[in-house]
C-alpha cells in the first residue's frame, strides 16, 4: 500500500529525489565510493556546494550584496545566530511572537541584547498572525516567523517594515516567491521543504554583517562561513546534496511559481473539505492560514482515534496535531502531491 507522509518534519521528500539520494549513498557517479565517504574538500563535494548555492539564488532570485551558506545546528541554532551577529548589546530589537518557535527565537535573543516584542498572537492560543505591526525605527531588526509549524498560521504578505527584516522560513522556504531585499537574514532548517535534518540554509546580505562590538565565536560567525563558502569545517554533504537534489526537482516543476500553484491547489482543496463537511473545523483565523501545515479538529474530539486510524488504514501517517493545538494536522509541503491531499478528503468524506 501507498504511505501518504504528511509529518511536519523530518518530512515528506519527491520520490526521484529519494531514488538519487539511495543511489549516491551507494556510489556517488562512478567514483567507487559513497558520497557519505568523500572528502568535503573533493572536486565533486565543491561541485554540489557551488550548485546547491547557484540554484538557491536563481530559485529565490537573490539579488547582489547577499550570500547563501549552508550551516549546522538547525533552525534552532540559527535563533542564537542571528541575534548574535546583528544585535549589539545595548540595542533593542523587534520580535513578533506567532508561536513556540518565535518564542525560542525571543529567549535566545535576550542573551544578545534587547528583545521588544512588538506584537503577539498568544492571546488566542496563535490561531491568527498579528495585523498593523508597529515597529520602533530604532531597532536594528525586526524578526518573523513566516510559516508557524505548529498553529497552521502564515503570514500571507510580508508587511513593509522600516527595518531589515530577520526571518525563520522554516517551513515555508521555496514554497512561494520572496522579495529578498527585504531582508538581512533569512534562515531553513532543511527538514522540513528541502532536505533531511542536517543542513541548514541561511541568506545573509554581507552589509548587515560586522556591527556588533561583541567578539564572535569561530563557528557563529557568518563572516567566516561567507569566506569559506561555508565549510569551515566539514560540512553536512549530504544532507546538503539531497537538499540540492530537491532544488533541481523545484526546478523542473516550474520554480517557486510552479510550487505556489501547486500549493495553493492543495490547500484549497484541503480547506475547503474542512469547511464543508460539519465534523470538523479549521483552527487558524482563515486569512491567516498556512498553505503548508493544515490544523483542524473535530467537533466530537472523542471520535479522534477512530479517524486517526481511518488515516492508517489509508496509508496516510503523520496527521497526528501537536499537542498545543490537539486534534490533526496535515503538513502538505512542496514535495506532497494531490493525490495525497485527495487520498486525504476521501478519508473525512468516508468517516462523514
Ligand atoms: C522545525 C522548526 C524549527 C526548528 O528547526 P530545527 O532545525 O529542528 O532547529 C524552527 N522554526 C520553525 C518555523 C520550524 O518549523
Known amino acids: 500500500m501507498k504511505t501518504y507522509n504528511f509529518y511536519a518534519g523530518p518530512a515528506i521528500l519527491a520520490e526521484e529525489v529519494k531514488k538519487q539520494a539511495a543511489q549516491a549513498a551507494l556510489e556517488y557517479e562512478n567514483t567507487g565510493l559513497s558520497l557519505m565517504e568523500m572528502s568535503h574538500r573533493s572536486a565533486e563535494v565543491t561541485a554540489i556546494m557551488e550548485e546547491a548555492v547557484a540554484l538557491t539564488r536563481e530559485l529565490l532570485n537573490i539579488p547582489e550584496g547577499y550570500r547563501v551558506l549552508f550551516l549546522q545546528g538547525g533552525a534552532s541554532l540559527q535563533f542564537y545566530m542571528t541575534a548574535l ?68 498560521t502564515q503570514f500571507q504578505e510580508i508587511p513593509d517594515f522600516d527595518v531589515p527584516v530577520v526571518a525563520d522560513m522554516s517551513s515555508d522556504i521555496f514554497s512561494r516567491p520572496i522579495d529578498v531585499s527585504k531582508y538581512d537574514v533569512i534562515y531553513a532548517g532543511a527538514q522540513k521543504n528541502m532536505g533531511p535534518a542536517g543542513a541548514t540554509l541561511v541568506i545573509v546580505r554581507e552589509g548587515a554583517l560586522g556591527k556588533v562590538t561583541r567578539e564572535l565565536p569561530s563557528m557563529l560567525d557568518y563572516r567566516l562561513f561567507i569566506e569559506k563558502n561555508s565549510l569551515f569545517n566539514t560540512g553536512p554533504v549530504f544532507s546538503i546534496y539531497v537538499s540540492l537534489l530537491t532544488l533541481r526537482w523545484i526546478k523542473k516543476n516550474g520554480g517557486v511559481e510552479g510550487m505556489v500553484n501547486r500549493n495553493t491547489e492543495k490547500a484549497n482543496l484541503l480547506y475547503e473539505a474542512i469547511d464543508n463537511h460539519p465534523l470538523f473545523y479549521g483552527t487558524a483565523a482563515k486569512e491567516d492560514r498556512s498553505k503548508m501545515n493544515v490544523c483542524f479538529l473535530l467537533h466530537e474530539p472523542s471520535r479522534s482515534d477512530e479517524f486517526l486510524s481511518a488515516c492508517a488504514d489509508a496509508g496516510i501517517v503523520g496527521v497526528k496535531g501537536h499537542r498545543s493545538v ?6 502538505i509541503y512542496n514535495a506532497m502531491d494531490l493525490a495525497g491531499v485527495r487520498q486525504l478528503v476521501k478519508v473525512m468524506e468516508s468517516f462523514q
Open 85 to 152: 551577529n546583528l544585535l549589539d548589546s545595548g540595542k533593542t530589537a523587534a520580535y513578533v511572537d506567532t508561536g513556540a518557535w518565535s518564542k525560542k527565537a525571543i529567549k535566545e535573543a535576550k542573551r544578545c541584547g534587547g528583545v521588544d516584542v512588538v506584537a503577539s498572537s498568544s492571546d488566542k492560543n496563535y490561531n491568527y498572525i498579528p495585523k498593523n505591526i508597529d515597529v520602533p525605527a530604532s531597532a536594528p531588526y525586526v524578526h518573523i516567523t513566516t510559516n508557524n509549524t505548529i498553529f497552521g
Open 326 to 331: 490537539g486534534g490533526f494536522r496535515a503538513s
